[in-house]
């Protein structure tokens, strides 16, 4: 066993993993089921909008020239032939002296080029037939939303690889989608390795503790938008741990495991990665916590062997199988946000190396500042409740004061970034 | 019918619907259900993190006694007497002069009170018995986790009202919460208002345009963490649309409508209210797009009357729906964060009232700038598929300037704020 390994920038061990292009495919389903799935097609407007001349208020439809001598002194009087509400249609075009009572989202008759408002006109009746007469001239198009004016048809309005927000589904609802082609989310199957492990329902024994990686890591591939799938947990004994992981490669799209990637006599994960030939495509990270996480891949299929303490295996899986999931996903912004932010607190510990820290956001007079969210031992989980970013701090010989300029990783934002921006 | 209504500003009708608290109602769920949902017990630490004194590292565990005197020129021999991997015990306590191999994670032997990293020490073996040899002093304590020290049994980590991440869901593993309580769903049930409404299968007819907004307002609902249910459509007619709301009312939490309340002849919702003996708590607010906005209330139960306008209706949701799930959820942060933040565009155009444009956010050298979403006349749908803020612009004489300092209504974030911030 190679106990010296040599640790490369977090940089290029994410590049290393997107490297690797997935084998994503594509599936048709409802819009019912579409909410924040991947769009697998652009999605273009099938007509214009608004689709015909529309009626943005109630009022009466007619045409501006046939008032164009109208004024206080000399009211125009026009003959209502009829009534349009929503959804129905003139039953024939208009002609000169005649208007038509109309209802807001109404189509605006042929012959009819103006709507004026119920408030600016009276109505009458006369022997059976219905008049209104307006004081003042209308222009042509006034109060008429006109067909197209709002989009055109065939226009491209969201692309392939965005995320099915709900004004996407407005979208695909309006253009009549109601079945839409999305990416396939990939299945990714999570297994804790650790003899020292017992399952949530299991009374506490000696020397043991309960295996919560994996149901943290289960929801951050819900989070991911991929399908999670609980393979159980695996003592350290190695041929159950190569068999199940073997059989589990054939089964599902991605393999991630906690735990076993140390140089220990008890990590047992080198050994099955060159039991499986599997070519390793790093196995240390100049960062903390989490400097063991190992990416492997065999066949063009990724294994993320995770760190067993539950704060290196959440900024593991954060820096490295979400964007991975993306890139199934074929999303156009794989990575999560990195972003300039203030320290809203010291972090006087220097530490050699580049540092995940989490922490949790503040908006504070249109700055950004971050928060450490608790102790940050590696092996603390009671911070994990409250993360939702991971703030950066560069490795040097000083510790980090309140106010200064550092990165944070978002992790709960819906949007994402097409470039992993993180400083040199 | 009343055409003078009187406006309210937003925050008297955000705190008119929160006046009412709902019904809500606990569940209790497994743990692999949990994800996003809110916490209704708190999630009390069960055990002692770590639960025994812990190893974190490889290497051999003794009394730091037996090695007071060792140094370079005096090292210190102990003998070793078993091995403890993690989820192991040693079979007995260490004597004077006795050490046990001890693997990452693996309690500490009685006796023990430090570790030494396999790199500082040296081994043997002599007539069948393993020995390690030390050239250094240890500390009681050194290289030891101890029982307690990232948290002690009984203490409070998250409390009711949270909602469920995967830090959170590493907790509840942590403690065996195998079944955990959290508030029900409410059921929200969704009608759409118009004749003019096609589905979203059927093809476009002259004087139709597709209902959007329902199934926006379902992925908002989804959003907001309820359960949504499509209702159907309702055309213009009185008596169907009031037997169809009132039948609903019976079978879910909360009835949304869109359309039909404004004030024209077409607009049935308010006499569906009065029929339903509803109170209404405001029917105008001092806002655009979604003045019209209407909330009513049957014997404690709410209806939330939406413009049928889709921008009108996304925002009038997400202003008085939200907070009003959120509170049937009994979330801790009912309400979305509103935050201070820069315009990064000019928005010239005045106007008298309060707006709430769709916008995005961006990060930018640690400030946060917000951009409309595209052209913002109020019926224009497909600004909304990019929109993840509101920018409010105050009503006014003037129009705003790239710069400028405004607020902004985050609506994609997992974490809310306990109270509604909207300035004056």
Redesign the interface.
């Known amino acids: 066993m190679n106990l010296h390994r040599t640790p490369i920038p977090v940089t290029e061990a994410v590049e290393r993993v997107m490297h690797f292009a997935p084998q994503s495919s594509i599936e048709k389903i409802t819009?019912?089921e579409s909410?924040q799935r991947v769009l697998a097609e652009d999605i273009v407007s099938?007509?214009a909008?608004?689709?015909?001349n529309k009626s943005?208020y109630?009022g009466f439809a007619f045409n501006a020239e046939d008032v164009a001598e109208a004024s206080r002194e000399n009211p125009v009087r026009l003959h209502v032939i009829e009534e349009v509400?929503?959804?129905?249609?003139a039953s024939r075009a208009l002609e000169t002296g005649e208007a038509v009572r109309i209802?807001?989202?109404?189509?605006i008759p042929e012959g009819a080029t103006c709507v004026a408002m119920f408030e600016i006109c009276q109505t009458l009746e006369e022997n059976g037939n219905s008049y209104m007469t307006i004081k003042r001239k209308m222009e042509d198009g006034q109060n008429v939303?006109s067909k197209g004016s709002?989009?055109s048809k065939g226009t491209t309005?969201?692309k392939a690889g965005?995320t099915?927000?709900?004004?996407?589904?407005?979208?695909?609802?309006?253009?009549?989608?109601?079945e839409v082609h999305v990416y396939k989310k990939p299945v990714v199957g999570v297994f804790a390795t650790?003899?020292?492990?017992l399952d949530?329902?299991?009374?506490?024994q000696?020397?043991?503790?309960?295996?919560?990686?994996?149901?943290?890591?289960?929801?951050?591939i819900?989070?991911s938008g991929a399908e999670p799938v609980?393979l159980g947990k695996l003592?350290?004994e190695f041929d159950p741990c190569y068999e199940a992981i073997f059989k589990a490669m054939q089964q599902v799209d991605i393999v991630i495991t906690t735990g076993g990637v140390?140089v220990?006599?008890?990590d047992l994960m080198p050994d099955v990665y060159e039991k499986l030939g599997a070519k390793v495509l790093f196995n240390k990270i100049a960062m903390r916590p989490g400097s063991v996480t190992t990416v492997a891949e065999v066949d063009g299929q990724l294994l993320f062997g995770l760190s067993?303490n539950?704060s290196a295996c959440?900024v593991g899986y954060e820096l490295y199988a979400h964007p991975y999931i993306q890139a199934y996903l074929k999303r156009s912004d794989s990575y999560h946000?990195i972003?300039?932010?203030?320290l809203g607190s010291d972090i006087m510990k220097p530490n050699p190396f580049t540092r995940f820290i989490?922490g949790?956001i503040s908006?504070?007079?249109?700055?950004?500042v971050v928060y450490p969210a608790g102790?940050d031992?590696s092996?603390?989980?009671?911070?994990?409740?409250?993360?939702?970013v991971l703030i950066v701090l560069k490795g040097g010989t000083r510790g980090y004061q309140k106010g200064d300029?550092v990165q944070a990783v978002l992790l709960?934002?819906?949007?994402g970034s097409e470039e992993f921006l993180l400083n040199g």
């Not at 972003?339 to 203030?342: E, L, N, T, Y």
């Open positions: 819009i019912d909410y099938t007509h909008v608004p689709p015909f943005p109630d509400g929503a959804g129905h249609r209802m807001t989202g109404a189509e939303i709002e989009t309005l969201v965005e099915i927000n709900p004004g996407v589904q407005a979208l695909l609802a309006t253009f009549g989608y109601h650790g003899t020292e492990l949530v329902d299991e009374p506490l000696p020397g043991k503790i309960r295996n919560s990686n994996a149901y943290m890591i289960l929801s951050q819900e989070r609980y003592a350290d140390s220990g006599d008890y067993g539950p959440y946000s972003i300039d932010v203030s989490r949790f908006y504070e007079d249109g700055r950004v102790l031992k092996a603390v989980v009671t911070s994990l409740a409250h993360t939702n300029q709960e934002e819906e949007s």
